[in-house]
Each structure stands twice: as C-alpha cells, then as structure tokens.
C-alpha cells in the first residue's frame, strides 16, 4: 500500500486514492497531493479547519514551544470545496522556523527522534532542522487528506 521514495516525497497508493506529500519540518512549506478525489464531490473548509485545529500544539509544559497557523491554502483540484477532478493541491506555510535551534543535532542525535535514522538513509543530505521530513510537523498533509477522506465517508453514511 505505501512506498517511499528517496526524494523528499512520500507517496501513498491506495485503491482510490494516491498520496504524495512534500516538505520539510523547516522548509518553505509543506504540501500535499492526492488524486482520485471525485469531480463534485465536496468537503466543507470549516469542518477541515475544525478538524485541523485538533492536530495544533496545545500550550503546555510538555508540548513544543513551536505554534503554527496549519492554514491550508487550495493550490488546484477544488474551487469553493468543491473537487474538480485535476490533482488536489494544498500547501502549509511553516512560519515559525528556529533551525539555528537545531545546531547540535548535527554532532547528537536527540532521544525518542529520527534523528538518527536520517543521517543513517539520507546522510549528509539529511535536513535535520526540526527532524526533516521525519517531524510530526509532516502529519499536516496526512490531517488534511483525513479530514476530508472523514468528510466523504460521512456523507456515505460511514
């Protein structure tokens, strides 16, 4: 069901559904592309955004000190929430970048972070700013496909 290219892209290939995201923790942005979403079909965007605000880090001792807005912003593929065949666009704009923060991971990898496990596949290509492609950060992409996937089945009854 999934395969993981070495591209800085992560491509999921269901049945209906392809699912590509892109980005990193400290890039520019993060986006996601799915194809296979229904012409006329639909998803409301204050039901995604409700449902996003869910994966937003909550302001406590033991959540990250790193707050974004999560915004989706519908590149191609939907107009007014409604799909119209073409692959479905979205990007996240990361604002709240410190990579400076992440100097030392360059000599220590952090405990209970893929740290390691990106310098060991990727090298000296890894981004290690905020965990490259391995931050929860890139759970942003999957919780839109979600929320609106969420949406679809509930509109079937499911």
């Known amino acids: 069901m999934d395969n993981f290219n070495d591209n800085n892209h992560s491509v999921y290939n269901g049945k209906r559904l392809t699912v590509e995201l ?42 990250t000190t790193r707050i974004e807005d ?12 409604v799909f119209n065949g073409e692959t479905f666009k979205v990007v996240v704009k990361n604002k709240n970048t410190k990579s400076a923060d992440y100097q030392n991971v360059i000599k220590v990898p952090r405990p209970s972070h893929a740290d ?11 981004d290690y700013r905020g965990g490259g492609k391995f931050s929860g950060r890139m759970t942003v992409g999957l919780c839109i496909v979600g929320g609106i996937c969420k949406q679809l089945l509930e509109k079937k009854g499911i």
């Open 70 to 81: 999560d915004l989706p912003i519908v590149l191609s593929g939907a107009k007014g929430g």
């Open 116 to 126: 390691f496990v990106g310098w060991t596949k990727y090298g000296k290509g890894f």
């Open 22 to 63: 892109y980005g990193a923790s400290h890039a520019e942005e993060i986006g996601v592309l799915v194809d296979g979403l229904k012409k006329g079909d639909g998803y409301d965007e204050g039901e995604l955004l409700s449902f996003m605000a869910r994966r937003r880090a909550s302001i406590n001792s033991y959540s």
